[in-house]
């Protein structure tokens, strides 16, 4: 299954890419060099729930991480997605004018940009509570609907006076597919049921985590805007490797709705009906995420 989550994560890269909102990038990408041109060191990033280092290029690609020094920390729980960073950022690198070295960390090298880049297998909170008022900028991908809402708050004293948090493709509450089945409504319960059920969490994180910001003493909530996954077939076709990001959603909700429901049968029949919509490119899926950006006070 390790294989198959690391395609996972390749797979939803387009899907991410399509579906963060970029004003926010836009008042990140400011802010950011903002605080490059008032700092005098390297611009300190911490990545919680970092995956294969999909974020790490993105905020490349995009230009978000201003020129100058920037010392990048990639963590993740999982040791075998960790071990795919450096394979992903050489393959990625390859295809672009950045150059890679490697000493005891990878550094990236482009025209006015050099990335220390460091994997670190660690819990999130675990890692941000030991580095506690480091940070120029945390960033937490698709990953606080995974946390308890407590959480947040010791994310948040990982910051120096003035960071920022960015917390795009947090989940809030709604999975759709198209053309629409009789169990939908059904699925979709059990499915956001097994998420609330989960250690730390939560079918609604977009809005919690939103709603805490706001009423944090000490943060300014500086955007949040909707982030909402869209997959669909283009001329017969899904794009990119999405037909496999959507038959891994399915195994999910399969996997999930089948610890929280006796009706196989209905459960079954949904699947395979979805399936063969993937197969004949008919399927379209539909989420409801939010992208936050917040900044505590100097």
Not at 182 to 207: C, L, Q, V
């Amino acid at each position: 299954m390790t294989g198959d989550f690391r395609r996972y994560l390749r797979a939803k890269r387009t899907v991410d890419d399509r579906a963060i909102d970029q004003r926010l990038v836009g008042t990140l990408r400011e802010r950011l060099r903002n605080r490059t041109e008032a700092g005098d060191g390297p611009l300190r990033v911490l990545e919680v729930g970092a995956g294969i280092g999909t974020m790490l290029a993105r905020l490349v690609e995009w230009d978000v991480l201003p020129p100058g020094e920037i010392r990048y920390i990639a963590v993740d729980i999982e040791s075998d997605t960790i071990e795919a960073v450096v394979p992903y950022v050489r393959e990625w690198a390859a295809e672009r004018s950045v150059s890679v070295s490697e000493t005891d960390r990878i550094v990236l090298e482009g025209s006015n940009r050099r990335i220390e880049l460091e994997p670190v297998v660690s819990e999130a909170v675990a890692h941000a509570e030991r580095t506690t008022g480091e940070w120029d900028l945390v960033v937490g991908s698709a990953l606080l609907d995974l946390l308890e809402l407590e959480a947040l708050d010791r994310l948040l004293d990982a910051l120096s006076p003035g960071g920022l948090c960015y917390f795009p493709i947090t989940f809030d509450g709604g999975t759709r597919f198209r053309p629409e089945l009789p169990g939908d409504r059904t699925i979709e319960r059990h499915y956001h049921a097994h998420m609330d059920a989960k250690p730390g969490g939560s079918s609604r994180a977009g809005g919690d985590v939103v709603a805490r910001l706001q009423g944090a003493v000490g943060v300014t909530l500086l955007g949040v805007a909707g982030s909402d996954w869209v997959v669909r077939p283009i001329e017969g076709a899904y794009p990119a490797d999405e037909a496999y990001f959507l038959r891994h959603i399915l195994d999910t909700i399969e996997e999930a709705v089948g610890e929280v429901t006796d009706d196989t049968e209905t459960l079954e029949a949904w699947l395979a009906e979805r399936r063969r919509q993937i197969d004949s490119a008919e399927l379209c899926y539909f989420t409801h995420q939010l992208d936050v950006l917040g900044c505590v006070k100097k």
